[in-house]
């Protein structure tokens, strides 16, 4: 596949396979993917902490308040990024730019983990509704958490929906 039709496949899951374990080598190819994903100073202000087995079925449970994230409990893998610190030069950027870069550079990993995982045939889903002092204490994090992501197999017959988005020319323009 191409990034093209990695984009136009790509796609929130909502129904895992709760039977199918991902191999390691496709798990190993999505967090090599996450650590070659470019940061401000190369300075990679995150961590990611890989959750299985019953750390996955626990962090999927401080995903899932007031009904939130159901689906999450059959994915067999969590993925935890944790906030960390920046290196000093994207600190002092940080601090005279006024732009928050760690949490670009945490978006920019996030996607880099969810087209890899789509090349692998891996489905994903980036939650942001989480119990951040749950998750911090399942995995002994000191950090804040900013995002948790699903990761697995897709059930069978889970389609590919539809993509509601705005047109080209509302969403780009052009300066000359």
């Known amino acids: 596949m191409n990034f093209t039709e990695i984009a136009k496949n790509r796609q929130s899951c909502r ?3 709760s ?13 090599e993917s996450a650590r070659l994903s470019p940061s401000a100073c190369n300075g990679q202000p995150y ?14 449970k401080a995903t899932q308040g007031m009904g939130m994230n159901k689906f999450a409990s059959d994915a067999p893998v969590m993925l935890v990024i944790s906030e960390m610190p920046y290196v000093k030069s994207a600190a002092l950027g940080a601090k005279v730019k006024h732009n928050d870069y760690r949490s670009i550079d945490i978006g920019i990993l996030s996607a880099y983990i969810t087209a890899e995982a789509s090349a692998q ?3 994903t889903c980036i939650l942001g509704w989480f119990d951040d002092g749950k998750i911090r204490e399942i995995c002994h994090l000191d950090s804040q958490v900013r995002l948790v992501i699903t990761l697995g197999y897709a ?4 389609k590919l929906r539809d993509k509601k988005r705005k047109d080209i020319d509302e969403l780009v323009s052009f300066v000359e």
């Open 15 to 17: 129904a895992y396979n």
């Open 121 to 123: 045939g891996l489905a």
């Open 19 to 31: 039977e199918r374990e991902v191999e390691s080598e496709k798990l190993q190819a999505v967090l």
């Open 47 to 60: 961590h990611i902490t890989v959750c299985k087995g019953e750390g996955a079925v626990r962090v999927a």
């Open 155 to 158: 059930k069978d017959g889970d």
